[in-house]
Antibody
Framework: EVKLQQSGDELVRPGASVKMSCKAS????????MHWVKQSPGQGLEWIGT????????SYNQKFKGKATLTADKSSNTAYMELSRLTSEDSAVYYC????????????????WGQGASVTVSS | DIRMTQSPASLSASLGETVNIECLAS??????LAWYQQKPGKSPQLLIY???SLQNGVPSRFSGSGSGTQYSLKINSLQSEDVATYFC?????????FGSGTKLEIK
């Protein structure tokens, strides 16, 4: 069974950073890309970026460049996202989601999702 | 970025009914469109990709159609477990973008 297990909810101060994890199981980690998606009441679903763990390559939505940093650890089948200089606009639920590695546009079709991690930015 | 406009924003239908959800792209996306279902308190799950291809394990009462800028998701014989919010996503143009969702309830 494919499973993406995300780390827990976070309450963080404005200006701080937070790093969340997404542990993959049930499939070969390096055969897939890992995406991160933000869900907030005001903005709906937003694609943040993706990492290809096999070659450690990342690509980001321009909107999240400088805000999000994606990494992956092949030895533990875990992807990470760090969000920096947090503001109230970053309060949201964040999902990791995988997609097959392909040169086709369907590279961005996400066929399995983590359970989500809520980040609340508050003093 | 391509804007994805979904309609209606919410929908109430009876069990056994057929419902249609529409998604309009701000430009041609050449059928590079997916539909996701998000049940209350859960994460999104892939239903349809390439506008009309059913993801493995998804009931056949779900179907997708469309081309160009106009796409739709059809649910036949509505079941209670179909209560959810449905999102479309385009992936023809970078960055991929989502519609704002259609919330489906049972009458």
């Amino acid at each position: 069974e494919v499973k993406l297990q995300q780390s827990g909810d976070e309450l963080v101060r404005p200006g701080a950073s937070v790093k969340m994890s997404c542990k993959a199981s049930g499939y070969t980690f390096t055969d897939y890309a890992m995406h991160w998606v933000k869900q907030s009441p005001g903005q709906g679903l937003e694609w943040i970026g993706t990492i290809i763990p096999l070659i450690d390559t990342t690509s980001y939505n321009q909107k999240f460049k400088g805000k999000a940093t994606l990494t992956a650890d092949k030895s533990s089948n875990t992807a990470y996202m760090e969000l920096s200089r947090l503001t109230s606009e970053d309060s949201a639920v964040y999902y990791c989601a995988r997609s097959p590695i392909t040169i086709a546009a369907s590279y961005y079709v996400m066929d399995a999702w983590g359970q989500g991690a809520s980040v609340t930015v508050s003093s | 970025d391509i804007r994805m406009t979904q309609s209606p924003a919410s929908l109430s239908a009876s069990l056994g009914e057929t419902v249609n959800i529409e998604c309009l792209a701000s430009e041609d996306i050449y059928s590079d469109l997916a539909w996701y279902q998000q049940k209350p308190g859960k994460s999104p799950q892939l239903l349809i990709y390439n506008a009309n291809s059913l993801q493995n394990g998804v009931p056949s009462r779900f179907s997708g159609s469309g081309s160009g800028t106009q796409y739709s998701l059809k649910i036949n014989s509505l079941q209670s477990e179909d209560v959810a919010t449905y999102f479309c996503q385009q992936y023809n143009n970078y960055p991929p973008t989502f519609g704002s969702g259609t919330k489906l309830e049972i009458k």
